[in-house]
């Protein structure tokens, strides 16, 4: 497994020289791979949300490890087990989704110990931040009064909260030769690639909370946070082909469906095809790009990835790219073939009312459009098809360099047999 992450101000934070509120971070090595993803809120009384963001990461991957390395001795684990998560099949739970019946009890248990334990420790941490350090020159030329007001009235009484300020969602992904879990607080969409019956799919496994609706979400700050984790796992061997977390400036520009499923799709072949630091500047770069045609919000991404047999992965992933397209064509066929009946039901143009004009003007506009997209579709397919090809040319090459001995190894070798 490997890992990459980046984070990166919004197109809108220019103007007022607002701070990233995002931040994420990723790690992978052989006994744990970790992906965590955190989003600030926007709101003039979260003024203080980009330090709520990075306390989290740096809190939540200290809570993780140590987790995962206790895990054997949980009072939570049944006698000689080595995790809660041992040989379970795949389970979901979602805050809201009336399944309290069928929730493993141990698993249950240990991962609300783990959520609590990163609530406390969040709030500690933020709480002492907001005692030490005092307003910045940026909080004082750019917050609203009353906010400021508030939080210095909140620091000379004892025992005062400042989650508010702080406020931020948290979206995490572990894995373990073992096992994998993630959990998530908030927006933003967390994306499985996984290969079933010899083909990639992608799900969000995670259960969405309906109360993530346009620009309102859960949050580590609210007073009951504890009950508004949602969380899946498996510890039955199997295990995604990779994991990609977004905040919801990624979705909030390319939608929750298949445009988002192609950008990391798009992401996974940079990888496999030049590497992780040149698709990481990829991602450093494009970042900025989608913020300021998309949503204009704050972006962040953070990946575990597999980088084995990666022709066999790329073959995939171009396979899915191509019968995406081609779902496009079928939907245009069929938007096409309706429009030329509705044109053909409206007989002679120059007998129609002017409504019906009107009607038969969209009908061939439509037709023109769906013509369009079935074109765009397979130039798509095309160059799909082209690109697969490039690859496996190169992979070719790749292997055939690797693997031709030079001068000093055939030499060794002849002297070898000599003895």
Same mark, same amino acid.
């Given at each position: 497994?490997?890992?990459?992450?980046?984070?990166?101000?919004?197109?809108?934070?220019?103007?007022?020289?607002?701070?990233?509120?995002?931040?994420a971070?990723?790690?992978?090595?052989?006994?744990?791979?970790?992906?965590?993803?955190?989003?600030?809120?926007?709101?003039?009384?979260?003024?203080?949300?980009?330090?709520?963001a990075?306390?989290?990461?740096d809190?939540?991957?200290?809570?993780?490890?140590?987790?995962?390395?206790?895990?054997?001795?949980?009072?939570?684990?049944?006698?000689?087990?080595?995790?809660?998560?041992?040989?379970?099949?795949?389970?979901?739970?979602?805050?809201?989704d009336?399944?309290?019946?069928?929730?493993d009890?141990?698993?249950?248990?240990?991962?609300?110990?783990l959520?609590?334990?990163?609530?406390?420790?969040?709030?500690?941490?933020?709480?002492?931040?907001?005692?030490?350090?005092?307003?910045t020159?940026?909080?004082?030329?750019?917050?609203?009064?009353?906010?400021?007001?508030?939080?210095?009235?909140?620091?000379?009484?004892?025992?005062?909260?400042?989650?508010?300020?702080?406020?931020?969602?948290?979206?995490?992904?572990?894995?373990?030769?073992?096992?994998?879990?993630?959990?998530?607080?908030?927006?933003?969409?967390?994306?499985?690639?996984?290969?079933?019956?010899?083909?990639?799919?992608?799900?969000?496994?995670?259960?969405?909370?309906?109360?993530?609706?346009?620009?309102?979400?859960?949050?580590?700050?609210d007073?009951?946070?504890?009950?508004?984790?949602?969380?899946?796992f498996?510890?039955n061997?199997?295990?995604?082909?990779?994991?990609?977390?977004?905040?919801?400036?990624?979705?909030?520009?390319?939608?929750? *469906?298949?445009?988002?499923?192609?950008?990391?799709?798009?992401?996974?072949k940079?990888?496999?095809?030049?590497?992780?630091e040149?698709?990481?500047?990829?991602?450093?770069k494009?970042?900025?790009?989608?913020?300021?045609?998309?949503?204009?919000?704050?972006?962040?991404?953070?990946?575990?990835?597999?980088?084995?047999?990666?022709?066999?992965?790329?073959?995939?992933?171009?396979?899915?790219?191509?019968?995406?397209?081609q779902?496009?064509?079928?939907?245009?066929?069929?938007?096409?073939k /309706?429009?030329?009946?509705?044109?053909?039901?409206? *007989?002679?143009?120059?007998?129609?009312?002017?409504?019906?004009?009107?009607?038969?003007?969209?009908?061939?506009?439509?037709?023109?459009? /769906?013509?369009?997209?079935?074109?765009?579709?397979?130039?798509?397919?095309?160059?799909?098809?082209?690109?697969?090809?490039?690859?496996?040319?190169?992979?070719?090459?790749?292997?055939?360099?690797?693997?031709?001995?030079?001068?000093v190894?055939?030499?060794?070798?002849?002297?070898?047999?000599?003895k």
């Amino acid at each position: 497994m490997d890992r990459i992450y980046h984070y990166c101000p919004g197109e809108s934070h220019k103007s007022t020289d607002k701070p990233c509120q995002d931040c994420a971070w990723a790690e992978s090595n052989d006994s744990l791979s970790m992906a965590i993803v955190c989003d600030g809120h926007g709101g003039e009384s979260y003024f203080r949300s980009q330090y709520g963001a990075k306390f989290a990461v740096d809190i939540t991957k200290l809570a993780v490890r140590s987790f995962v390395e206790n895990m054997g001795v949980s009072s939570y684990t049944e006698k000689g087990q080595e995790s809660v998560f041992t040989n379970k099949s795949f389970t979901e739970y979602g805050n809201n989704d009336g399944k309290e019946h069928e929730i493993d009890e141990h698993a249950h248990k240990a991962l609300v110990w783990l959520f609590s334990s990163i609530i406390s420790q969040w709030n500690e941490k933020i709480a002492k931040d907001a005692l030490e350090r005092d307003l910045t020159d940026w909080e004082r030329t750019h917050v609203d009064q009353k906010y400021q007001d508030d939080f210095k009235l909140k620091r000379q009484k004892e025992g005062e909260t400042f989650e508010k300020i702080y406020g931020c969602t948290l979206m995490v992904y572990v894995q373990t030769p073992n096992y994998w879990f993630a959990f998530h607080i908030g927006d933003g969409k967390c994306v499985f690639m996984s290969i079933d019956g010899g083909k990639l799919i992608c799900q969000q496994p995670i259960p969405w909370d309906e109360k993530c609706f346009l620009n309102k979400t859960t949050s580590l700050c609210d007073s009951r946070a504890i009950e508004e984790f949602r969380y899946c796992f498996q510890g039955n061997g199997e295990f995604p082909l990779a994991v990609f977390l977004g905040s919801d400036g990624l979705d909030d520009s390319f939608g929750d *469906g298949e445009v988002l499923n192609n950008f990391y799709i798009q992401l996974y072949k940079q990888i496999i095809k030049s590497g992780n630091e040149t698709a990481n500047n990829v991602l450093k770069k494009s970042l900025p790009e989608i913020s300021a045609r998309g949503s204009k919000d704050d972006m962040s991404v953070a990946c575990i990835y597999s980088d084995s047999d990666l022709k066999r992965v790329f073959e995939l992933l171009i396979t899915y790219q191509k019968e995406w397209q081609q779902t496009l064509i079928n939907n245009a066929e069929d938007k096409f073939k /309706a429009c030329l009946s509705k044109i053909d039901s409206f *007989g002679n143009p120059e007998k129609l009312s002017q409504d019906q004009q009107i009607n038969l003007n969209y009908a061939l506009k439509d037709k023109d459009k /769906a013509e369009n997209a079935i074109k765009k579709a397979r130039a798509r397919i095309r160059e799909l098809n082209d690109e697969m090809d490039r690859f496996i040319r190169g992979h070719k090459k790749h292997v055939q360099s690797n693997h031709k001995p030079n001068k000093v190894s055939r030499h060794l070798s002849i002297k070898k047999n000599k003895k």
